[in-house]
T-cell receptor, first 110, second 111 residues
């Protein structure tokens, strides 16, 4: 079956520290993959999407970056976190219809 | 487009009443729409979808209505239950383009 895994579930990081969030998809090949951020009580903001290995498109300029080292792996990174990076980060992919989301990572930058 | 900078509108209903959540979409070329439900601390979950060649689609206790003339989408939940309390997002897309999400509506069900 097709599943999406995202970890960690929660993360508390100090300002200026690095970040690495990982997302993997099982049961499919060459999926379109997405990173979204959701600030508390607000809508979904598309950060990055990828249509294949090494192919990353950025929607919003910021201090975050994304990489796709393998077909079913999508990584969200930062070299130095800002307070404004706090939020709920969601990975998503596109099966036959719509998007399927991971369980999310709650990031708090302190 | 995405209304990510807005605070979520809220809807409060009594348990057992019907709920109607509305969404205005921006692209008249959009041909596929989805409603998602997001419970607190979880990722959005697919509820129901509709294509632009339809104006109504029904699921279990949910109905989606599409009015292409005014670019309006609604989600109706019959006999709302406490477990329906969540944030509901509409999403639109056309062709193979990326899906764009609305700001979301927070539904609270009072017992």
């Amino acid at each position: 079956s097709q599943t999406i895994h995202q970890w960690p579930a929660t993360l508390v990081q100090p300002v200026g520290s690095p970040l690495s969030l990982e997302c993997t998809v099982e049961g499919t090949s060459n999926p379109n993959l997405y990173w979204y951020r959701q600030a508390a009580g607000r809508g979904l903001q598309l950060l990055f999407y990828s249509v294949g290995i090494g192919q990353i498109s950025s929607e919003v300029p910021q201090n975050l970056s994304a990489s796709r080292p393998q077909d079913r792996q999508f990584i969200l990174s930062s070299k130095k976190l800002l307070l404004s990076d706090s939020g709920f980060y969601l990975c998503a992919w596109t099966p036959a219809y719509g998007y399927t989301f991971g369980s999310g990572t709650r990031l708090t930058v302190v | 487009g995405e209304s990510v900078g807005l605070h979520l509108p809220t809807l409060s209903v009594q348990e057992g009443d019907n709920s109607i959540i509305n969404c205005a979409y921006s692209n008249s070329a959009s041909d596929y729409f989805i409603w998602y439900k997001q419970e607190s601390g979880k990722g959005p979950q697919f509820i129901i979808d509709i294509r632009s060649n339809m104006d109504k689609r029904q699921g279990q206790r949910v109905t989606v209505l599409l009015n292409k003339t005014v670019k309006h989408l609604s989600l109706q939940i019959a006999a709302t239950q406490p477990g329906d309390s969540a944030v509901y997002f509409c999403a639109e897309t056309y062709g193979n383009n990326d899906m764009r999400f609305g700001a979301g509506t927070r539904l609270t069900v009072k017992p």
